[in-house]
């Protein structure tokens, strides 16, 4: 079973969470700029399976939590209890 | 499931414009069980590149041509050697906190023996990490002078233990 987002939603990430980014084709992928840092493995099929997003996503340091408002669920982030907090 | 730290060798020879480069990588990639049910492959040293497959031999391989792929790319944009080069260690040095934190986590935790190197990763070679130092080397094959058939160097895949 596989998992897969369309690329019109990678980049409406991009572009909600990674404000600067540079996205262009080359001839094998997609090379996603930001922060910075640099991510040229980026598939470019219409479809784009969850984990090179996820790998994406901690390779540019980009939020996780808007990330997940754009791909609900793509990460698992823990919840603080309020009553831990300092 | 837990999480498998390895480590991993590749080499490539790359063509550029009147340039032959031989790039040697000995990395870390950290294998995820994904809720998709594949293994997905994450690079650590370098960071910035995963696959996936249903086994992580294949993930490995998919890994690998992904790998290929980007050194492919990176050649038609490099019009000189030390361009290449350049580009290349740029890649594999960008660091990636978060997944070396990973790994860290998951051969402690196999060290601590809170998780066991179970299948299909008890097949795989094991080997300490300080005896896998990576690093990646490119080198200009074009003016090496010097070719034999010992100089060939598999892939291989192993486990952190």
């Known amino acids: 079973m596989s998992q897969t987002v369309p690329l019109a939603t990678v980049h409406k990430l991009l572009e909600s969470c990674a404000a600067g980014h540079t996205a262009r084709n080359t001839t094998h992928a997609i090379k996603v700029t930001y922060n910075g840092k640099e991510y ?12 090179y997003i996820r790998s994406m996503v901690r390779a540019l340091e980009i939020s996780k939590e808007c990330a997940n408002r754009v791909i609900p669920n793509l990460f698992k982030i823990p919840k603080v209890d309020k009553g831990q907090q300092k | 499931m837990p999480n498998y730290p390895v480590m991993f060798k590749i080499r490539e020879v790359i063509n550029g414009e009147g340039y032959l ?29 995963a696959d996936f497959g249903t086994t992580p031999q294949e993930a490995f391989g998919k890994l690998q041509e992904r790998y290929r792929n980007l050194l492919f790319d990176i050649a038609e944009e490099a019009s000189t050697f030390e361009k290449f080069k350049s580009e290349v ?45 990576t690093g990646i080397s490119i080198v200009p094959l074009h003016q090496v002078k010097r070719f034999t058939a010992a100089d060939n160097v598999p892939s291989t895949l192993a486990a952190a233990a």
């Open chain 1, 40 to 51: 040229p493995t980026l598939p470019s099929f219409n479809n784009v399976e969850i984990g």
């Open chain 2, 89 to 133: 260690e740029k890649f594999y040095e960008q660091p990636n906190a978060e997944e070396e934190e990973r790994w860290s986590e998951a051969l402690h935790a196999i060290r601590s023996g809170q998780a066991e190197i179970k299948a299909p990763f008890d097949s795989i070679e094991k080997a300490r990490p300080d005896n896998w130092p």
């Open chain 2, 21 to 49: 480069a031989g790039v040697t990588l000995t990395g870390r990639g950290l294998f995820v069980k994904e809720d998709d049910d594949n293994w997905w492959l994450y690079g650590v040293r370098p960071g910035a590149i």
